[in-house]
């Protein structure tokens, strides 16, 4: 079984390796996180091991990106590309009770959670989080980056930007598209398309606010 190194003591490290042991995938070895010295020297079960940067002494373990924030999920994967660490391999984690009977594609570093359901014809990204409960249907595209919370429920050909941010228990309408780095709020019913970098929420969702770019990167 390969080793796996864990980037980041959250939540969703907590839920990921706890699907990695149940699948026996890999053999978890250890936390890297930038907090070190700030947190508890153990981490689910698992020594933290160091910083980030310390990825190089780990080289031969398959990575996985547990941030919950997608734009942090892309900035560490450049962050680590820019560093020239080499042969990165990131794992790729979901939930024995996933449904995926198309066999749709599901990119290098996601997790998907318990009880998603994929119907046909469907692609999520790299490094993409769906979390348990959500509904991904026919021609859907989650693009990399982008978390899905739990609950949520994605009509037939929808897209789900670069990073973007759809909240719990939302519902998007079949055709509709998610923008780039937008935020869709928790419960929120969305009609229309969403505007790359804009903030959504209510029912109908409605524009709440345009972010600045300097704001999300």
């Known amino acids: 079984m ?11 490290a907590r839920e990921a390796l706890a699907v990695v042991r149940e699948t026996g995938s890999h053999t978890p070895i250890g936390v890297l996180d930038d907090r070190v010295g700030h947190i508890e020297k153990t981490f ?17 373990a398959d990575v996985l990106i547990c941030v919950g924030s997608g734009l942090a999920r892309e900035r560490i994967v450049d962050w680590l590309a820019q560093t020239g660490v080499r042969g990165i391999r990131y794992a790729t984690v979901v939930d024995p009770s996933v449904r995926n009977p198309a066999r749709c594609r599901i990119g290098a570093g996601s997790i998907v959670l318990a009880n998603v359901t994929i119907t046909a ?14 509904t991904i249907t026919h021609d859907d595209v989650v693009d990399d980056y982008a978390t899905l919370a739990a609950g949520v429920s994605l009509g037939g050909g929808v897209t ?35 505007p790359d970098n804009e903030t959504w929420a209510g029912v109908p969702a409605r524009p709440l606010t345009a972010r600045p770019l300097e704001m999300i990167t």
């Open 2 to 12: 390969t080793d796996l190194i864990v980037l980041g003591a959250s939540g969703l």
């Open 121 to 134: 014809d469907a692609t999520v990204g790299d490094h993409v989080v769906v979390m348990p409960g959500t």
């Open 160 to 194: 789900v930007g670069r990073g973007a941010y759809v909240g719990m228990n939302a519902a998007v309408l079949p055709g509709v598209t998610i923008g780039v780095r937008s935020v869709v709020g928790m419960a929120a019913a969305v009609l229309h398309d969403v």
């Open 44 to 60: 689910a079960g698992l020594p933290v091991l160091g910083r980030i940067a310390n990825l190089d002494d780990h080289v031969r």
